[in-house]
């Protein structure tokens, strides 16, 4: 099969011809249909996180199950499957818990698949996985814990973003800050990820939604996802200009979806007493962040995330549901679709801010 290899952090990847070993105890093949291209594919070609390499990236996929390997119950040939990037255990404390995003076996993965191994080869060299999916190829063997059953009928190129981007951003939204409807939101980044925050804030009923990025498509993007209002962070500071929008006080809710530091401090500052600031990028490996304690003495909350706090079994049928009942956009997140043999443009687009998200077609 075809895959999108990276071997060496800076480098483009390369389109090589793999050999796919057959699904072991537990595990699926999945034939993949699309796969979304999100800036965190790209923190690890860039190298602001570690990975073992080389790995094929890629982790906003959807597709058809081909093949169930033994004890397999879950699903069968021919269900159509959105992909977790969490495979869940189903029996650590989290995912008893009901917070699967969690799951600790995602904590041991280092590229490999639960067991310890990997069903990748170049010839006779081991290729990694990357969070247990690694959709920047034809086909898959995944974890049964990975996947997540939808309707045959819901269009599996629009349901990759479910993946990922959709489920991450509108569960920060609502499952993460629980925003309460008449809220003042403000949400720094508006990418592929942040434009499904927008969504899910006004999803929760949001009365103002002030979105903030360097970039005016983005901001327009904003306004087509729900934003009440824009700050180009370039033309004016966002925390003073968050602070004039919302009468002197700042928002109930701020939401940082970049990965800086200083978009952090930005978020917390742009809160207002018993306000909640809610990390949703990851900040470069090492980095720290500073607090100035005052702020979280005003009763404030600082909250991290990880998959839009969701329960992604319970979580991602809904998110369906909710695009068939015409609630989420979906169709207005593909800018762009490209061929295989085109991602290293696509990650190009989506350093030069160009698209909202882009998707990987497989024929
Ligand atoms: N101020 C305002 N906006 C800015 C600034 C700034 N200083 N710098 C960049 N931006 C804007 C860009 O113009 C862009 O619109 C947006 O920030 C970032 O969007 P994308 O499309 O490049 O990125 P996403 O949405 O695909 O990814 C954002 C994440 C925060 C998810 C990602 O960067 C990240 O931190 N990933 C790690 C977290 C993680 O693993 N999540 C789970 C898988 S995604
Ligand atoms: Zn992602």
Redesign the pocket.
Known sequence: MKAAVLYEVGQPLTIEDLTLLPAKEGEVRVRYVASGV???DL?YIKGDRPYPKPVVLG?EGAGIVEEVGPGVSYAKPGDHVILS?VPACGRCTYCVEGRPNMCSVRYSLNGNLPDGSTRLRKGTQEIKHFACMSSFAEYGVVPEGSLVKVPDHIPLDKAALVG??VT?GVGAALWTAKVEPGSSVVV???????LNVIQGAALAGAEQIIA????PN?LDYAKQFGATMTIN?RDADPVEAVRELTGGEGADYAFE????T??AQQALLCTRRGGKAVI???IRHGEQLTIDPDFLHQDRVLMGCT?GSANMRAAMPKLVDLYLAKKLKLDELVSRTYRLDEINTAFDA?EQ?EVARSIIRYN
């Open positions: 999100c800036h965190s923190h982790h990037f990922c981007c991450t720094i980044g508006c990418g592929g990820v942040g903030v990025d360097v970039r983005k962070a979806v970049i990965g800086l200083q978009t949703v990028g990851v998959y989506l801010g």
